[in-house]
């Protein structure tokens, strides 16, 4: 089982690298300025389980952050959120509201509590954000990634999301 674990790990390490790879710094400060670019990273212990994380932009300032994060977290699913800081978002809110109803929005005080982000079943189109903004200090927004048998499937998908997300 070790084995087959450390396969899966491998192909979602790799798939992260060349999704990370085809976001250069050129790009993503057209998006948004203050991006310190891409990071491919893995952890071993999230509530037991491994996982493996994509970070896009990389600025996890309170305030005025932002940053598309891709988790793999075994057991649980595969997770793309958008971190905004509290003055990101103040300033996007139209974007964000007009933008993303699809995505759901985390309830947890801490951004990085995945267990209590993902049990948030609210869409952003049914949460007041400045309310929530003023309550948590931050936005951040999810959604789940089906998997599919074809790495190429979640590849593209993902790349699609992260496209629309970077787009203004």
Avoid at 25 to 41: C, D, E, M, P, R
Avoid at 73 to 89: D, N, R, S
Avoid at 102 to 108: E, I, N
Wanted: aromatic content about 14%; charged content about 25%.
């Amino acid at each position: 089982m070790f084995e087959d674990i450390q396969v899966q790990k491998n192909i979602f390490l790799n798939l992260f690298t060349e999704i990370a790879n085809q976001f250069p710094q050129s790009i993503l400060i057209q998006a948004y300025k203050n991006s310190k670019g891409t990071k491919v990273s893995q952890g071993i212990n999230l509530e037991n389980c491994p996982y493996q994380v994509l970070d896009i932009c990389r600025d996890f300032d309170s305030n005025s952050g932002f940053n598309i994060r891709i988790l793999n977290w075994w057991g649980h699913g595969l997770y793309i959120l958008v971190q905004f800081g509290k003055i990101t978002a103040e300033k996007q809110l139209k974007r964000i509201n007009d933008k993303f109803k699809k995505f759901y929005v985390g309830l947890a005080s801490d951004a990085f509590d995945y267990p209590a982000v993902f049990i948030s079943d609210h869409l952003l189109s049914t949460v007041n954000l400045d309310e929530h903004i003023r309550k948590f200090g931050h936005l951040l927004i999810f959604d789940k990634i089906t998997y599919s048998e074809s790495i190429n499937v979640i590849k593209f998908e993902l790349l699609e999301k992260i496209k629309f997300i970077l787009d203004k």
